[in-house]
């Protein structure tokens, strides 16, 4: 298989096809450590479901090794974890008021939950402070936004992503017009930029704006992954727009127990919160030149069918 | 005062001026932390030569409510710092000898020496480690150079620089022609591009490779600083090229005991190696459009005067 988080994926239904009664899944990092890197998995339908765990690339190393001197060695694997029934459980939000166009909003966030094992500093504790902060900056300043900049602190984004099509859902169903829709769940480095799931023009827009963040190191303005919670807005053509932090240590976090708030390098973060506010002030300013009757029409459509 | 290298420099006598009789100097650095940053000062003539020691800002901000609390609390400094004569020691070099032009040379380096705390892991053991990195690469993957490469390791960047002059005036002297020299002495961290001490027109051939490092994050190519063991070469009109490493967490370690190894992150620095090893190459392929001609006339100019 290519790439690579397809193998932990699905790496149980590709073995279980070869015969396999179980699979240990080599963590997916860059950093060679004992820390096993988990995250979602899934079955393919008629296939056996065997048991899948994660493991450290230290302790796959080492089994590599084991496996080699002697082919015949025999494991056990003594996997409990379940799946549990859902339980109720909130998006977070809240607004600055727009003074001009208060039904017009800018909604920004990271997500609540996290992955079971760390803390999820980095994924996403850092994009729900990123958030936070960007609102209290705003406000703080004495800018009085034009639209409602809204900040939302998803619920569920890993497993199933409803706090996102919820957000979406309630949207629609109210015929809220969104200006654009930020998120922030990279993680809490050193920012180096945005990306943006939108029309040419829009990412041409964003672009302009590159002189003023640049002398703040940052450099990625492009066409690009908007995040996973605002994803279910873009089928009411809303530019997605990404924050781009350095992406070198994610992955040395991201899934595992090391995923704790020592590892935020305060500095850093408080970059990242100041390049989100940026962004939201710039787009509150100039806007991102949307047809906005023909916007409202779009989703009318949308709603009426 | 403005800046903030200066009072640690200058701190000792301009304190002494308004009659203190010792100074404690507040790190420069970004991280709230109980390390003392140190590094150099020195003592205007005629002034009176105080003790002047380093104080993590932690304990600066203790002594601070301390003197708060009880202005009349006394301290006292026991320093037994001194400095001992100098003692011969040596750059060290090594070279891949150029396969059309071995006499003209692209030197690059960073240097051996480092402050007393610490392990001068940042400063500049990645420097080194970059130019030793970038010479096993070009190697390993068969390119022969047209010029010869010259990996230089300076010894005494940290005190008075007699590594950076020895090697200009031996240069000087044997009237060797310097293509380019490039440093590494900022760090360990994800490279972000490189700044040039050269000709308008030598920044714009720089800035021309810069859409082939672009796809490694590499964004900064402007005329700016080469590096302290290479600026004697400068006389010699030789332009000067520094690494720039990602700077905002270079000052958590920067002449502290922090400055270790275990702070380097592997995947960074590989980074690092790759992109010094880049731009000596490309250097070495494409030139920087000198006039080498003119070039030689004018430090046999420099060598008869």
């Known amino acids: 298989m290519e790439g690579c988080v397809n193998q932990r994926w699905g790496g149980a239904s590709n073995s279980a096809k070869e015969g396999a009664v179980g699979v240990y899944v080599r963590s997916v990092s860059h950093n060679v450590d004992k820390h096993a890197h988990t995250g979602s998995m899934g079955y393919e339908e008629g296939v056996d479901k065997i048991p899948s ?6 302790d796959a190393n ?3 090794e084991l496996l ?8 056990y694997l003594n996997v409990n974890s379940q799946t549990l029934p859902d339980k109720d459980s909130y998006n977070v939000i809240a607004e600055n008021r727009g003074a001009v166009e208060p039904d017009k909003i800018i909604t920004f966030g990271g997500h609540l939950d996290s992955w079971d094992v760390g803390e999820g500093t980095h994924d996403d504790g850092a994009g729900v402070v990123h958030s936070i902060e960007a609102l209290r900056i705003i406000k703080a300043s004495g800018y009085k936004p034009r639209y409602t900049l809204r900040c939302v602190l998803f619920m569920n984004e890993e497993n199933g992503n409803n706090g996102g099509k919820t957000y979406a859902a309630v949207a629609k169903e109210k015929g ?3 200006i654009a829709a930020l998120e922030s769940d990279a993680g809490g480095f050193v920012p180096r930029g945005f990306t943006m799931d939108g029309t ?3 990412v041409k827009k964003m672009q302009s704006w590159e002189p003023l963040l640049e002398p703040y190191k940052l450099h990625i303005f ?3 992954w908007g995040g996973v919670d605002i994803g279910p807005l873009k089928e009411q053509m809303v530019p997605l727009i990404g ?3 350095d992406d070198q240590r994610y ?3 991201h899934h595992s127990d090391t995923d704790v708030f020592e590892n935020v390098h305060k500095r850093e973060h408080e970059l990242g919160c100041a390049s989100f506010a940026s962004m939201i002030y710039l787009i509150d300013k100039y806007g991102l030149g949307i047809k906005l009757e023909e916007k409202r029409w779009v989703i009318l459509y949308f709603n009426q069918n």
Chains 1, 2 share one sequence.
Not at 53 to 58: D, G, H, K, R
């Open 222 to 224: 492009k066409k690009g």
């Open 243 to 245: 924050l781009r932090p």
């Open 176 to 178: 809220e017009i969104h």
């Open 53 to 58: 765990v994660a493991l450290s690339i230290e």
């Open 200 to 202: 040419p023009e829009q």
């Open 251 to 253: 992955f040395d976090h």
């Open 68 to 75: 080699k001197k002697s082919p015949k060695i025999k494991g």
């Open 62 to 64: 080492m089994l590599s």
